[in-house]
């Protein structure tokens, strides 16, 4: 009796787990059997192991082989582990060293002709394997180019199981087959074609705003008839946002690549953007899968901006599944055996209409009051009460574009700049904390160690409006937070009353 062991990767979510493959070649009756908590895919590799072998020109014998799947109680989906599978039992034959298979882990679905295909989810998987101590890695030659962006580790790209077996010392004759081509998407964000700022005409709170936004990561929300330029300033968002660190592009390059996205040969430094439709379910926000759990819009919007266009025809359902994300800056996807986690540090923007006609303030709208009212209505007020910056985005008129014809307006890359050396002051304040930028500060810090103290002269009108009832506690610290990134932009040591009188101003622009 023979046993040989190699290894694979779990993913639940974006976390990976390394399973040991153990295959045992028995003398009894010829069967093929896979125990360890595999799914119905997983199950059915026996089939596909056995004919990509035989038309690979490497063949199992016609013997017991059991593949046990360790630790048997973690659940194990899909069919990344075939590689895996058909190398272990090929070394508990014989045919391939036991001690090469065993310093590889590999990755990776088999056809019935032998050839690799690509997998989803190869970089997670691959730098869960390097976390975990392990350097060299086995994949299909269409993702080679993907798990190599992970550093440290050896990858070996292969064609088929016989290129597999030949490199683990295999006596068999190589043949010359065509690589399976990957088939995944391109990714369908809108931040590498977002526009310059420059293109935006007028609305020179609106771009103020959207400073500000990008300054301190604060989300946002607009209000305004169609046309007024909403999505277009949502769009340059992005495009004014600093570059991603090599810990974020990589962390956006693994969701993508658990989505089944194109993610190329390089990281992308740049922030995701994420505009899904508003039929969209509450799992294709967040994420989820009766199967395979894979990320939703937020998840995939996380280090970037997610903005929900015309936001009162979301379901009122799949809205309020964003209220903790927005808090605890993570999604729980829970199921009955496992919860996956993935990030959701992501910038929420929504637009919305005045009304249902969208003509409110002109006397074609038709729209009674009450009718205006329950529109917006069902963007919930939890909800809004967690956007730190509500603007009002007026029409345009002639003598505004003619203005702003005469007047050139301010670039992307002019407004990044700008924003890179807020986010550097703002860094600068809050070294020897966990936090970076102005949104991530919580209540307590901001109003104690943040020394800006309720009941002083600056904060006297925020502190009537709280009395009043204007807006709540969360309210209270989320418009701090805005009068320090207005602080940080003007250059200010402190935020004055002035600072703090145009954070009120943003935060009640959103009207009911």
């Not at 069919?79 to 039992?89: P, R, T, Y």
């Not at 430094?269 to 937020?298: D, K, N, Q, W, Y």
């Not at 963007?379 to 910056?389: A, M, N, T």
């Not at 409006?465 to 200010?492: F, H, N, P, Q």
Request: glycine share 10%; proline share 7%.
């Amino acid at each position: 009796m023979t046993v040989a062991r190699t290894h694979a990767v779990a993913l639940l979510g974006l976390t990976g787990s390394i399973v040991e493959v153990e295959a045992d070649l028995s003398a009894q009756l010829p069967g093929f059997s896979i125990i360890g908590l595999p799914d119905a895919a997983l199950g059915e590799a026996r089939e596909r192991v056995r004919a990509a072998a035989v038309n690979a020109g490497c063949p199992l014998p016609q013997r017991k082989l059991t593949v046990n799947l360790s630790p048997a109680a973690l659940p194990k989906h899909g069919s990344g582990f075939d590689l895996a599978i058909a190398v272990a039992c090929l070394a508990a034959a014989g045919e391939v060293s036991v001690e090469s298979v065993a310093r590889v882990v590999h990755l990776g679905e088999l056809g019935l002709d032998g050839r690799l295909r690509p997998i989803d989810g190869i970089l997670p998987a691959v730098l869960a394997a390097v976390r975990a101590g392990h350097r060299t890695v086995m994949v299909p030659r269409a993702n080679a180019d993907e798990a190599g962006l992970v550093p440290d580790v050896t990858i070996i790209g292969v064609v088929s199981l016989l290129d597999a077996a030949i490199h683990h010392g295999g006596r068999f004759d190589a043949r010359e087959v065509d690589a399976v081509a990957s088939v995944r998407t391109e990714h369908q964000g809108m931040a590498e074609a977002s526009g310059d700022l420059a293109d935006v005409a007028g609305n020179a709170d609106a771009i103020d705003a959207l400073l500000a936004a990008a300054a301190g990561g604060h989300h946002l929300s607009m209000i305004g008839p169609p046309g007024a330029g909403k999505t277009m300033l949502a769009s340059r968002l992005p495009g004014i946002l600093p570059d991603l660190d090599a810990d974020a592009a990589l962390e956006v390059s693994c969701l993508r690549s658990l989505s089944g996205q194109q993610v190329g040969s390089g990281l992308s430094f740049r922030p995701p953007f994420e505009a899904p439709h508003h039929t969209a379910t509450a799992a294709a926000m967040v994420g989820g899968g009766s199967r395979l759990i894979r990320p939703g819009a937020a998840a995939r919007a996380s280090h970037g901006v997610l903005f929900l266009d015309e936001a009162p025809e979301f379901p009122a359902a799949v809205l309020d599944v964003l209220r903790q994300p927005l808090e605890s800056g993570t999604i729980s996807i829970h199921r009955a055996n496992a919860v996956a986690s993935f990030p959701a540090r992501f910038q929420l923007v929504i637009a919305a209409n005045p009304c249902p006609c969208g003509l409110d303030g002109t006397a074609e709208c038709t729209c009674p009051p009450n009718t205006r009212r329950r529109y917006l209505a069902r963007i919930s007020g939890p909800l809004l009460d967690r956007i730190d910056l509500q603007l009002k985005v007026p029409r345009l008129s002639a003598a505004h574009l003619r203005g702003a014809s005469d007047r050139p307006g301010m670039t992307s890359a002019e407004a990044r700049a700008k924003v890179a050396e807020a986010r550097a002051t703002a860094a600068e304040r809050l070294r020897g904390t966990p936090w970076r930028t102005n949104a991530q500060m919580p209540g307590p810090w901001l109003r104690g160690a943040g020394r800006l103290h309720p009941g002083g002269h600056a904060t006297a009108a925020l502190d009537r409006s709280l009395e009043r009832g204007g807006i709540t506690m969360r309210g209270y610290d989320r418009v701090l937070k805005t009068a320090w990134t207005l602080a940080d932009l003007a250059g200010a040591a402190r935020p004055d009353a002035g600072h703090i009188g145009n954070a009120l101003f943003f935060r009640q622009g959103f009207g009911r």
